[in-house]
């Protein structure tokens, strides 16, 4: 039997419709300079969304990855040295760590936001620990009052992984400007895609921010000449373009994933009876921007199952926590060890919550979820 309805977990032509010619225009602007590799276009890109975030600099890069691994390298980490993460999160912020020859250790999150458990990142310090990598996981801040006062107290560095959060606030603040460094994807399915792969680091300090420009063209401050060892993080002139353009329509889009949130909230409410389903809480002074809308639910691989029988996109954020990945055996963090992250990869889901969703296949959407519980 059809669907009656499909609903995507994103439907990025839906959003690209309205804005196709600005896009083009762009991309045309790009083209007929040939300048491809940063240039005017991304000087331009980087100085609207320092604007944007009220961030002191920001520096465009390949990548979330690379931004993550730049700032990591402008801070020297490397063999011996210790970085505390989150074990649930996107794979690259615990890779990075190990690429760079240093040691991720992986603590548990908050059941409720999700991000990293504070008083478990007290209790990871070592005299070899050299920063905390906060991650902004689905686009809500992490307790970042008590990442500062932790990471201060040790002398530790804090790099916000914000790859899901730009636009989302902490007491008023735009995350990745509260620590030293704020890494950020534009990955086409985050909040702000580009058309492939880029991304960006916010810095603090104007030594480290000179630091990140030189790494980003293989540590040499002229060219040909090295002052460190680098690496090829230049964001593309074509993607900066692209970027600019849907940078424009970043607060309009953010309403409207908020408001899908609220929507949603109102919908499951009227649901009777309850259903064995938490929706995500907004905590208190952190302004949420929705990259996922992520419920927690009784036999989630089931209603995962009968929500993509009945034309509903889901997916699990993230299934296997990394102390549980063959690639982080060797840390020696067994199962059971961090139980809040293994139950969140057990009960997570995601729901379509992109701006152009409608009203109608959210219904739709919380519909079907009510008709699996109903069904028994
Ligand atoms: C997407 C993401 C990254 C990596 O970004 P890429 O642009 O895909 O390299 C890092 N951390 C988190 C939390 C992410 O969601």
Redesign the pocket.
Known sequence: MQPVMQVPLLDLAAQYAPIRDAVVDALTRVVDTQQFILGPEVSAFEAEVAAYLDAAHAIGVT??????LVAMMALGIGPGDEVIVPTY?????AGCVTRLGATPVLVDIEPVGFTIDVDAVRQAITPRTRAIIP???YGQAADMTAVMAVAGEHGLAVIE?A??AIGATYHGRALGTIGQFG?F???P??NLGAAG???LVTVAADGHAAIVRMLRVHGAQRTYHHERVGGNFRLAALQAAVLRVKLQHLRVWTEARRTNAARYRTLFAAIRPTIPVDLPVELPGRRHIY?QFVVRAARRDALRAHLRDHGVGSEIYYPVPFHLQPCFASLGVPPGALPVAERASQDTLSLPIYSELTEAQQRYVVETIAAFYARG
């Open positions: 990548s979330g990855t690379d931004a993550l999160s996107f794979f690259a912020t991650v902004h996981l992984d790859a899901q890494c994807s534009f990955y399915s985050k792969d880029a991304g990259n």
